[in-house]
């Protein structure tokens, strides 16, 4: 998990280095070659019927690819409007995010600390959304939140149909939710303008950055627990922000910094209390 994390953490280094591409061109060039990978990965991994189960599949199946193709697109776009620590800051609200929605449609519990934890991850993205507002550059950080409500709302799903008897398979999900965001976002790539040095990069994010760690992360999910998965995807933050400032110069923030601490400290002691709770 901690080499998918690191794996995942390579997006926004890598989508400094591209000449041409930009925006929804960069989102379908990773879609396609994540689909492509995943055609020649989910047989290995499931097995040649894996394809075929797919017509048989609910309607939380396929709603659960349509999160998956929010997400996919929503993050490589976010990327290239505003900066890595922004989008990846804003991702990090996912458990909490995903806690409130589950509260609100399937009637979860929310323990007073996780409370607490929302409270003070709300203080610090209100303070990096306060200070970019008057800068004039929230877009890029609006379109990152999608990736959280979207994944919230792909583990409600999940979690419903699980409770009704129906299981849902996230690792074919994943596929169609690549083939979703390469449909959504063909028409917004034209003119294709990526280099072949663009290309290459952009075949490394559809194969290395997204398809085999996803494919990783919900095989890892089968083993570790929920709270060590919540904590160990919160190093995606620490990498990508590092991977950003070192190799591409784009050091963090003062208001990244500070928002970000905040955020990732509820989350983490949201977690180590929670783990705390259950071990006693």
Wanted: proline share 4%.
């Amino acid at each position: 998990m901690v080499v998918v994390t690191f794996m995942w953490s390579t997006a926004g280094v890598v989508a400094r280095h591209l000449d041409a591409a930009r925006s929804f061109e960069v989102t379908f060039w990773r879609a396609f070659f994540t689909a492509v990978s995943l055609l020649v990965l989910l047989p290995l991994v499931r097995g040649r019927r894996v394809f075929a189960g797919m017509r048989y599949a609910g309607s939380a199946f396929w709603l659960s690819g349509v999160c998956w193709g929010v997400m996919f697109t929503a993050y490589m776009v976010a990327i290239t409007l505003t900066s890595v620590g922004n989008v990846l800051v804003t991702m990090s609200l996912g458990p909490l995010i995903t806690a409130l929605i589950a509260r609100v449609f399937i009637g979860h519990r929310i323990p007073m600390r996780t409370w607490v934890a929302i409270g003070v991850a709300g203080t610090g993205v209100a303070y990096m959304y306060a200070s970019q507002v008057q800068s004039g550059q929230i877009l890029g950080t609006l379109v990152a939140l999608c990736v959280p409500l979207a994944g919230a709302s792909n583990w409600t799903i999940t979690q419903h149909s699980h409770a009704q008897g129906h299981n849902v398979d996230l690792v074919p999900a994943v596929f169609v939710g690549a083939v979703f965001s390469c449909l959504f976002t063909l028409p917004l790539a034209f003119p294709f303008e990526a280099t072949n040095h663009d290309l290459v990069l952009l075949g490394y994010l559809g194969v290395f950055q997204l398809g085999i760690p996803c494919v990783l992360a919900v095989l890892c999910a089968q083993v570790l627990k929920a709270p060590e998965l919540a904590l160990l995807a919160l190093l995606e933050v620490i990498f990508g922000i590092l991977l950003a400032w070192v190799g591409a110069g784009e050091a963090p923030g003062q208001t990244v910094l500070i928002g970000g601490t905040l955020v990732i400290g509820a989350l983490v002691a949201n977690e180590l209390l929670g783990w705390k709770q259950r071990t006693l």
